[in-house]
């Protein structure tokens, strides 16, 4: 018999599961948490026994999306050259390997995003946080005289936007859809002309 925690347990990974079901099926903004806890079979009440709010569970969900793009790089250098066609290649693919398994995800991220105050800045927090490993890499590179196009935390900033927002339209649209293998070369070689020129 399960004890009250691996119930709990249970209980979260089925609103989680479920969640991202509806984000895939229905969009964020059209998912309500009743919606959630119905396809989770849980009474709604459960629901806030684990997040206040769906803006809670999301964040949640984008916590175990970044676990999985931490694993796509288990031994991690941070002083990669991203100007390195190989270094550089490994890092697009684990970002298109970790949008395209949490599709769900990022489709409520963009929902999301779109939702807020304009002007609130929370996008380009997002953004912040979700290149820091990136920025990390341009500052070393910034640190040995690299030439980049501008400041680490810029350049990280329209590489990670590029490719979440090209993951995005091509991971959502319909079939036919790019391959893994073209969608990361596409993007390496024209993330690496503007790194290396």
């Known amino acids: 018999m399960a004890t009250r925690k691996e119930k709990a347990a249970q209980t979260q990974a089925a609103l989680k599961d479920a969640a ?16 959630i806890t119905a396809a989770a079979g849980r009474a709604v009440g459960s ?3 684990h997040f206040a709010s769906k803006d809670e569970l999301l964040r949640v969900l984008l916590a175990d999306m970044e676990a999985t793009a931490e694993g796509e790089l288990p031994d991690h250098d941070p002083t ?9 290649r490994a890092h697009v693919a684990a970002a298109w390997t970790t949008f395209r398994e949490h599709l ?5 991220l963009f929902q999301a ?3 807020e105050e304009p002007y609130s ?20 590179m910034a ?14 900033g329209a590489m990670g936007a590029m490719l979440a927002f090209f993951g995005y339209i ?25 790194l290396a020129g």
């Open 170 to 194: 091509h991971l959502t649209a319909p079939e036919p859809r790019l391959t893994d293998e073209e969608a990361v070369e596409t993007l390496t070689r024209l993330l690496l002309r503007g």
């Open 47 to 49: 629901f806030y026994d």
């Open 20 to 35: 991202r079901t509806l984000f895939a099926e229905r969009g964020y903004l059209n998912t309500k948490i009743s919606d």
């Open 143 to 156: 640190s040995l005289g690299r030439p980049l196009p501008g400041r680490p935390e810029v350049v990280a």
């Open 104 to 108: 769900p995800v990022m489709v409520a």
């Open 80 to 88: 990669h050259d991203l100007a390195d066609e190989d270094q550089l």
């Open 113 to 115: 995003s779109l939702a």
């Open 121 to 140: 800045g929370a996008a380009r927090e997002r953004l912040h946080e979700d290149t820091a490993t990136l920025r990390e890499h341009l500052e070393h």
